[in-house]
C-alpha cells in the first residue's frame, strides 16, 4: 500500500485568494500521482496525471507540481472562485493494474 | 457516451442478506476498479481487473466477490452482507492508451446495511 497524506484536512477561504494544498507520500515507487476534484454528490474528476519528478501541470486557475525526490506535490488554485469548493484528492498509482491508493483529501470551501 | 454507470443508485440490505453491484463502461477501457468511501476513510480499493476474465484483491477485499464476464461490466458481489460494509461504492475504470491511465468514476451506489 502506498500511504499518501494530504493537508490540510480542511481550508475556507475568501473568493480571490490564492491558495494551495499538500500531498506528501514516502516512497517514489509509483508510476503516477493523480490529483482528482470531487464536488458534493457527484464523483471524483481527474485534474492531473503526474510521472515525473519536476513535472507541473496547469488547467486554468488550477496548477500541479510533483516533487519524487523529496516526496511531494503541491496542488494551487489562483484566484478561488466559490465554484472551487470542492474536496481535492491525491492519488498514487501503484503497478498492480495500475489502481490508486487515496489520500483522505483536503476540503475546500471558498465564500463570496 | 454514458461513461461509467452504476445499479443500483442506493440498496438497503439486511444483516445476511447478499446483492450484486453493477458497473457498466461504454469506454472499451481495460481497467476496472471498486472503491468504498467511508467517513475519514478516504476511497480504499477492494478489487480491481486488468482485463476481461481477470481479477485481483485491493485493500480491502474481505467480504466481496467480483466477477468481470465481460470487458465493459465488473460486478461487485456481497455474498452475506455486514453492517460494517454500510458504505458508498464508486466504480471507476481506465484504459492504458496514453500512458496516464486516468481513472473514470461512476456515481456511486450507497449502500445501508441495517
Given amino acids: ?112 | 457516451n454514458a461513461g461509467v454507470t452504476q445499479t443500483p443508485k442506493f440498496r438497503v440490505l439486511k444483516t445476511g442478506q447478499s446483492m450484486t453491484l453493477l458497473c457498466a463502461q461504454d469506454m472499451n477501457h481495460e481497467y476496472m476498479y471498486w472503491y468504498r468511501q467511508d467517513p475519514g476513510m478516504g476511497l480504499r480499493l477492494i478489487h480491481y481487473s486488468v482485463g476481461e476474465g481477470t481479477t485481483a484483491k485491493g485493500e480491502v477485499p474481505d467480504g466481496y466477490n467480483v466477477s468481470r464476464l465481460k470487458k465493459q461490466n465488473f460486478l461487485l458481489g456481497l455474498e452475506s452482507a455486514a453492517p460494517s460494509q454500510t458504505s458508498v461504492y464508486f466504480c471507476a475504470s481506465s484504459s492504458r492508451q496514453g500512458a496516464s491511465f486516468e481513472q473514470y468514476f461512476g456515481p456511486g451506489t450507497r449502500l445501508t446495511v441495517t
Fill in chain 1, 1 to 112: 500500500i502506498l500511504n499518501v497524506e494530504q493537508s490540510p484536512q480542511s481550508l475556507h477561504v475568501q473568493e480571490g485568494d490564492s491558495t494551495n494544498f499538500t500531498c506528501s507520500f514516502p516512497s517514489s515507487n509509483f508510476y503516477a500521482l493523480h490529483w482528482y476534484r470531487w464536488e458534493t454528490a457527484k464523483s471524483p474528476e481527474a485534474l492531473f496525471v503526474m510521472t515525473l519528478n519536476g513535472d507541473e501541470k496547469k488547467k486554468g486557475r488550477i496548477s500541479a507540481t510533483l516533487n519524487t525526490k523529496e516526496g511531494y506535490s503541491y496542488l494551487y488554485i489562483k484566484g478561488s472562485q466559490p465554484e472551487d469548493s470542492a474536496t481535492y484528492l491525491c492519488a498514487l498509482g501503484g503497478y498492480s493494474g495500475y489502481a490508486l491508493n487515496f489520500g483522505k483529501g483536503t476540503s475546500l470551501l471558498v465564500t463570496p
